[in-house]
């Protein structure tokens, strides 16, 4: 979401294994702002949020286990 809290349609989403930076995957977040990824192999990431005109956002050291789903939130901001 932006700071209004209005949804952010098409920032990509970058989720790479910590350790190894060539295993990754990608998607684009919809028109409601909501993304996922299904099939990640259990691991940490970090997870990397991007759209133009806006700041990008990283998360390092996201533990994601087998049959867990999990839930983040990120406010992205304008680029001054």
């Known amino acids: 979401t932006d700071p ?12 790479r294994l ?10 684009k977040t919809d028109a409601k ?3 996922g ?3 990640i192999k259990p691991g ?3 997870i990397e949020v991007s759209l133009p005109n806006f700041q990008t956002i990283t998360e390092t050291n996201i533990r994601f286990a087998p049959g867990k789903e999990l839930k983040r939130k990120y ?3 304008p680029v001054s």
């Open 33 to 35: 702002g909501f993304f």
């Open 37 to 39: 990824i299904a099939n």
């Open 4 to 15: 209004a809290k209005k949804p952010l349609q098409k920032a990509a989403i970058i989720l």
């Open 75 to 77: 406010i992205m901001n």
């Open 44 to 46: 940490l990431y970090d």
């Open 18 to 27: 910590t350790t190894q930076t060539a295993i990754s995957y990608q998607t």
